[in-house]
């Protein structure tokens, strides 16, 4: 089978595109075409407490794999990725992925056990096509491990990546990645910690902190310096969270927490005694790129209240004088510039500008609030919101 670009172009709701487009106006569809295609860059965090970004860069090079510093985040190191290429398989089957995964998928990645969300039987050396729960077609994969193997297992190696439509060098696999010297990650996520500016001996709040890249981010930046307490709403993510935070041997001066972090301000004693709160709540999703999950109107607009409470307990939590950074990897004004206005006009807070220039962004004024957004048509970004607020 070959895999056309329409197999992986997701159809996005007339109530997304319309909000989309009170953003971008006669750029929407630009917008949405991007928003299919990766940028052209794939980055990774540098673990600075345990090696350099040039030694990193080296160690790399050797290994045949060639990795650049970001001319502007001093911890940032970035990869080219190539494409796209035209894709064609021999498939007899059928692997769903999850949206995460299924990006990796797109730029070459191998597939490994915890990303398969259901597969149809498959004998080991099948040929198969890897799918999004959507049924967008992702890559042609050969099964490395059988089907009842594969059932057994719950990590690992399950299948080669025989055909992308991109490619990128496979991180999951040098020496830098699987040692915990390096950390993929979005260059906007990359600033976001930045941009939360976390200091030694401060008490420092991360709401939504599953899988682990800012919490990670925080520590290396305090170099274990600031006691951080970092909360997801499941055990299975904060499992995920420990896991990056031992990976990478930043599990210091930590606190990882299952609970929904929208009732912190009653279930635990931090009412007005954190200096620093980070919230990256659930959102559309919709600056991913390449985009690969669509999500409904109604959903947007839920998320965006559901939002809206993690600000409210921020309020509570801080004190006076203490940061928020809000950041979502979505393009709507409602996830976006409205809830921060919100958190302005209704909930007091003040909109401030960082310390640091925030490199690669638009700088945004919506109803007297300043922000910070990363377009797929500024600089090749994925889509991204920053914004700092004070109480
Ligand atoms: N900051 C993370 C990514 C966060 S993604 C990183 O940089 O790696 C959003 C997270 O919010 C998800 O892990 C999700 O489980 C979590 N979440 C959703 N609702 C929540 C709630 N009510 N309380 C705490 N965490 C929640």
Request: with cysteine.
């Amino acid at each position: 089978m070959l895999i056309s670009s329409e197999d992986s172009f997701l159809k996005l709701s007339r109530g997304v595109i319309r909000d989309l487009s009170r953003v971008y106006g006669s750029l929407t569809d630009e917008i949405i075409r991007r928003l299919h295609t990766p940028p052209k860059r794939l980055y990774a965090r540098v673990n600075t407490l345990r090696a350099s970004r040039s030694d990193i860069i080296a160690k790399l090079k050797r290994e045949g794999v060639m990795a650049y510093p970001d001319e502007q985040v001093e911890d940032a190191i970035y990869f080219e990725i190539e494409g796209p290429f035209r894709v064609e398989c021999q498939a007899t089957g059928r692997v769903v992925v999850d949206s995460r995964t299924a990006v990796s998928l797109m730029l070459g990645a191998n597939l490994y056990r915890p990303g398969v969300v259901w597969a149809a039987r498959f004998n080991k050396g099948d040929i198969v096509l890897a799918v999004t729960r959507e049924n967008i077609v992702v890559a042609c994969v050969e099964m490395t491990i059988s089907y009842s193997e594969m059932l057994r297992t719950s990590r690992g190696l399950v299948g080669v990546n025989v055909a992308s439509p991109y490619k990128a060098p496979k991180l999951a696999e040098t020496s830098v990645y699987l040692e915990g010297l390096i950390h993929p990650q979005s260059l906007p996520s990359i600033v976001t910690s930045h941009v939360l500016n976390p200091r030694r001996g401060e008490l420092i709040v991360d709401m939504n902190a599953a899988p682990g890249g800012k919490t990670s981010h925080i520590i290396q930046l305090t170099r274990g310096g600031a006691l951080v307490v970092a909360f997801d709403r499941s055990i299975g993510k904060i499992k995920m969270l420990q896991s990056t935070l031992s990976k990478l041997h930043l599990d210091l001066n930590v606190i990882t927490v299952p609970w929904d972090s929208r009732y912190l301000h009653v279930d635990f004693n931090l009412r007005g005694k954190v200096s620093r709160v980070l919230i990256d709540p659930p959102c559309s999703n919709l600056g991913v790129r390449p985009l690969v999950e669509s999500k409904k109107w109604r959903d947007v607009v839920n998320l965006s209240e559901y939002q809206k409470q993690f600000l409210k307990t921020a309020r509570e939590l801080l004190k006076p004088g203490g940061v928020l950074v809000y950041s979502t990897c979505t393009l709507t004004l409602r996830e976006n510039e409205e809830n921060i206005a919100y958190a302005v006009e209704e909930l007091g807070f003040n909109s401030v500008e960082p310390a640091i220039t925030v490199p690669y962004a638009e700088k945004i004024s919506y109803r007297g609030v300043v922000a910070y957004r990363y377009s797929p048509l500024l600089h090749d970004m994925p889509g991204y919101f920053i914004a700092l607020l004070q109480k």
